[in-house]
């Protein structure tokens, strides 16, 4: 037979309680053999259910709620122990360290923390709680609510300090006492109690003690035989010593139990009694006023937010009529466009530069309307267009040459910038177009570029005014040559068939200096003349080559050797040959002339080769002075000279050459004397 004890102080403590009095049933009922099951609170009644154990042994509330709800039977009351008084009933006791000086009457309970055995404990929690709630006190007015799971537990944790109260059942202090496990003065009880008939110090009322029952499946007959051996035991048994109890007596009275379960609404009786309207008022009465309260508050606070989301909406109204006329006062044209490609909106801007109105373009596509074509007359598809790979990745885009096409069917040259549109959580919704019509700005560059071609025009002029009297002598030569050949070839065909045989020989030298001379000529008619704008294909020693033949007479002159070092097969580029030739004349005359007087050997070395992959680079280093410290910064403005008749022109238009072409032009000194100028032009560009 399994006796299942609630083990309200552990296994261990539990068999060694009450092993001895399962062995004094077994003597006393030879047939059958009992055993102690120990539980704890929430095994038990799973055990009773599941039919585990056959006779239980639980505190009075537990054993209530099992009579209630399945038929569990008392058949014994268990008579406790005080010396040699036995009594049968027991209560709860409330109490806090004696160095506590907060907490000295249930009234001082809220805020603090409290621990107890278990929700189920009579003793150990349930007792203390109805006293509580007597004194008005709820259980969550706790700042803590902890539970142990046995008595000893709870008092060690008063003890150190780990909570400010505890509560236990009563003769659990003075038992810890006796064990010499605790002192007694290091504890102060809260809300003490007297009774005369009652050993033990306690806190709350008294209660029946542990009733011995037995489950509904266990036979009547063995029940009564077990409650006979147990009315039979002597007070003094080595059981009852054992388990430090004095016997047994008739099941007692426990409506009081009872009583309490229905207070606290617990298991069996956890369903209150009819609650009126006027019970909820005079208990709730406080509630209720504060959602009254509550109720007027927020009806006053909808009023007042009502009358802001009126106030809001007017400030709407007027931020987006701020928002048109800021729009309609911006010169530039603004346009919005969704993720689908579709306009959103359209300034009044935009409608005075494309010749559509926003009603033509919202909620249709931008791209098919605007932005279909590219300025050369090539579709422009729509996955290329940065309107759309804006919001596509998030990127702002700035594009300085672009077309728009107007409502009457011709493009706009337009320069724009497109700005990705997100909401409050970065997501992003489109993009922004702020566009500008650059027709006037186009016309200007173009005038300014063809001014620039006259100036460069009269540059050339004025170069080959002051390189005439070389040229001529150069000329000369050739001519004489030609006229002294000549004479000679007449009187050769006049001595007979022997002199028309030489004849030949100075024929050819005739050839020859026409041909000298009709070179220089004709490259100095392609040097003066007005160059086309468009580009031609040339590599960059064809150019110098050229250069060379015009500067020879200068250099003889001023007694300057030329050497030439020019890079093996060089790359085509796509160049206006006559701009990049007047570059390269303007650095080497400047050279010439900045050796002029110089005592030192006079040497104009001009150089090709590759820069990287992607550009060529020339550069023109002479044996001169080299360039004044104070003039590197200004050496490339207008009109900045270190001639006494010079313009300032040339470095000025050599530098505005190499730039329109796509290049850098510089000058350095170098460390052997002298000066290098020194210019790239690029070659993936240009071609």
Not at 120 to 130: K, P
Not at 365 to 394: K, M, S, W
Not at 549 to 577: G, K, S
Request: proline share 5%; charged share 20%.
């Amino acid at each position: 037979m399994r006796i299942g004890v609630l083990s309200h102080r552990g296994d261990q403590f539990t068999l060694d309680k009450w092993s001895p009095t399962a062995e004094y049933l077994t003597s006393q009922i030879a047939d059958h053999h009992f055993i102690i099951m120990p539980l704890d609170f929430a095994e038990v009644e799973p055990a009773v259910v599941e039919g585990k154990v056959d006779f239980v042994l639980v505190n009075s509330g537990i054993y209530v709620n099992l009579e209630v709800q399945f038929r569990v039977s008392r058949i014994a009351t268990l008579n406790n122990r005080r010396s040699d008084v036995p009594y049968n009933i027991f209560g709860g006791v409330i109490f806090t360290r004696a160095d506590n000086p907060r907490i000295n009457s249930l009234e001082d309970l809220p805020g603090h923390s409290l621990m107890a055995v278990d929700a189920t404990s009579l003793g150990g929690f349930q007792m203390a709680w109805r006293e509580m709630r007597a004194q008005g006190i709820d259980i969550n007015d706790l700042s803590e609510l902890r539970f142990a799971g046995i008595h000893d537990r709870v008092v060690m944790a008063v003890r150190g300090a780990e909570v400010d109260v505890g509560t236990v059942r009563t003769d659990i202090l003075e038992r810890m006492a006796s064990a010499g496990m605790i002192d007694l003065d290091e504890f102060r009880i809260i809300n003490p109690q007297s009774d005369p008939e009652f050993p033990f110090a306690h806190s709350t009322r008294l209660y029946p003690e542990w009733p011995f029952s037995k489950v509904a499946h266990t036979s009547n007959a063995l029940a009564q035989r077990v409650a006979v051996a147990l009315l039979n035991m002597p007070q003094n048994h080595p059981a009852a010593i054992q388990g430090r109890y004095s016997g047994w007596t008739i099941p007692l009275d426990y409506q009081r139990v009872c009583e309490l379960l229905k207070e606290l609404h617990l298991r069996p009786f956890e369903k209150p009694a009819q609650f009126t309207l006027l019970d909820a008022i005079k208990r709730y009465w406080y509630w209720l006023l504060s959602g009254l309260i509550f109720l007027i508050f927020m009806a006053l606070m909808t009023l007042w937010v009502l009358r802001l989301n009126r106030e809001l909406q007017r400030a709407k109204s007027r931020l987006e009529q701020q928002h048109e006329l800021i729009l309609d006062s911006v010169a530039d044209g603004i346009y919005g466009v969704d993720l689908h490609g579709n306009c959103t909106f359209f300034s009044r801007a935009a409608e005075a530069i494309t010749g559509w109105s926003a009603e033509d373009l919202i909620g249709l596509n931008q791209h098919e309307i605007l932005h279909h074509t590219r300025p050369d007359g090539t579709p422009h598809p729509a996955e290329n267009c940065p309107v759309y790979q804006t919001f596509r990745d998030n990127q702002p885009r700035f594009v300085s040459d672009d077309a728009f096409w107007h409502k009457a069917g011709h493009s706009i040259p337009v320069e724009y910038s497109c700005t990705p549109v997100k909401d409050e959580s970065e997501r992003t919704l489109g993009s922004v177009v702020v566009f500008r019509d650059i027709t006037k700005r186009k016309q200007a560059e173009d005038e300014a570029r063809q001014h620039q071609n006259e100036l460069a025009r009269v540059a050339r002029f004025s170069t080959m005014g002051e390189m005439a009297s070389g040229i001529a002598h150069e000329l000369n030569q050739p001519l004489t040559a030609i006229a002294t050949n000549a004479h000679a070839s007449i009187r050769l065909l006049e001595s007979g068939k022997e002199g028309q045989q030489a004849c030949a020989d100075v024929m050819e030298r005739i050839a020859s200096q026409a041909e000298r001379a009709g070179a220089i000529i004709r490259q100095l008619r392609r040097f003066v003349r007005k160059e086309p704008l468009e580009r031609s294909r040339v590599d960059i020693n064809t150019l110098v080559d050229a250069v060379a033949v015009l500067i020879q007479p200068e250099a003889r002159r001023a007694d300057v050797a030329v050497r030439l070092e020019l890079m093996p097969n060089p790359p085509q580029m796509r160049v206006q040959r006559i701009q990049v030739e007047q570059v390269i004349l303007n650095l080497a005359r400047n050279a010439i002339e900045s050796m002029a007087g110089d005592e030192t050997e006079r040497q104009l070395v001009i150089t090709t080769e590759a820069n990287g992959v992607a550009s060529v680079q020339v550069r023109v280093s002479d044996t001169g002075p080299g360039i004044k410290l104070e003039m590197i910064e200004t050496l490339f403005a207008p009109f900045v000279t270190s001639k006494s008749g010079g313009m300032g022109l040339g470095l000025s238009i050599s530098h505005g050459i190499v730039e329109a072409h796509g290049g850098r032009l510089s000058a350095q000194n170098l460390p052997q004397g002298g000066a290098c100028f020194i210019f790239t032009l690029p070659v993936s560009a240009t071609t």
